[in-house]
């Protein structure tokens, strides 16, 4: 077997596999884009995908379990793990602590599979950097009026968080230059499609109609008109 001369795996190990190479895959979105359902769906049931678990500052919500949805460490262990340089990467995101722990991208256990990570996108760039072989592909919304029902359709959102969200997006949408990959998930189905040939084959997707700076215009128009009041401090 072929494949690009590249970080982790041996020679003789990429001969010896009996799939194409593993490497690890960085899903960024803005919210409302379905990120978290393309990364399960991805995992679920999947021999071939793993989760790569973070560590956090933040407190769990309900429902969610130490060290399945992520490792909860509080600030002082976290800063320590990071002197210790057990982070392939981390970032400050909405005032808590994220990072990806090299074991989980390193893990013996996960050997010939893709793992993935659900980071944002400060995380990702710092992932390229570390690890050049990684895959990053960022999820686009197919409009900006469906992101803005699936954001709405949360339900907890007050229009202060959504105006946060949109904000959070604008600046997020400026880091797709950086990545490999664009998918639409129109369609969720399809959207798997596209990324397991990316990953398998390394095939391009179908461009999208609507590319990052179109959505960047929409959604600042957005929140000029809608929720103006909210944004005004923060811009
Ligand atoms: P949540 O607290 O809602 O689970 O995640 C908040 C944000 O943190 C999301 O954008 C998520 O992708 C990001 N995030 C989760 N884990 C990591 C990580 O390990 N590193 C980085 N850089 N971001 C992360």
Same mark, same amino acid.
């Given at each position: 077997m072929s494949g690009r001369n590249g970080t982790g795996i041996s020679a003789d190990e990429e001969v010896a596999g009996r799939f194409p190479r593993a490497r690890p895959l960085v899903l960024a979105a803005t919210s409302g884009t379905g990120k978290t359902t393309i990364a399960r769906?991805? #995992? !679920?049931?999947? @021999?071939?995908?793993?989760?790569?678990?973070?560590?956090?500052?933040? &407190?769990?919500?309900?429902?969610?379990?130490?060290? #399945? !949805?992520?490792?909860?460490?509080?600030?002082?262990?976290?800063?320590?793990?990071?002197?210790?340089?057990?982070?392939?990467?981390? /970032?400050?995101?909405?005032?808590?602590?994220?990072?990806?722990?090299l074991s989980e991208i390193e893990s013996e256990a996960h050997r010939g599979r893709h793992v993935v990570l659900d980071i944002d996108v400060q995380g990702a760039r710092q992932i390229k950097k570390a690890i050049p072989d990684a895959v990053l592909i960022f999820v686009l919304p197919p409009s900006v009026?469906?992101?803005?029902?699936?954001?709405?359709?949360?339900?907890?959102?007050? &229009?202060?968080?959504? /105006?946060?969200?949109?904000?959070? /997006?604008?600046?997020?949408?400026?880091? #797709? &230059? @950086?990545? @490999?990959?664009?998918?639409?998930?129109?369609?969720? @189905?399809?959207?798997?499609?596209e990324i397991r040939l990316i990953m398998e084959e390394g095939q391009e997707p179908a461009a999208p109609e609507m590319d990052a700076e179109d959505l960047r215009a929409e959604i600042a128009r957005i929140l000029d008109s809608e929720y103006g009041p909210y944004v005004q401090d923060e811009r």
């Open positions: 769906r991805l #995992v !679920d049931g999947s @021999d071939r995908y793993v989760f790569s678990i973070s560590a956090t500052t933040r &407190p769990a919500r309900p429902g969610e379990r130490d060290g #399945v !949805d992520y490792h909860f460490l509080d600030e002082d262990d976290f800063e320590r793990r990071i002197e210790a340089g057990e982070f392939v990467e981390w /970032a400050r995101v909405h005032d808590r602590l994220y990072g990806t722990p009026d469906i992101m803005m029902v699936r954001l709405k359709r949360r339900g907890t959102e007050a &229009p202060e968080n959504i /105006a946060r969200r949109l904000l959070s /997006a604008l600046d997020e949408l400026k880091a #797709v &230059p @950086d990545f @490999d990959y664009v998918v639409v998930n129109d369609d969720l @189905d399809e959207c798997l499609a």
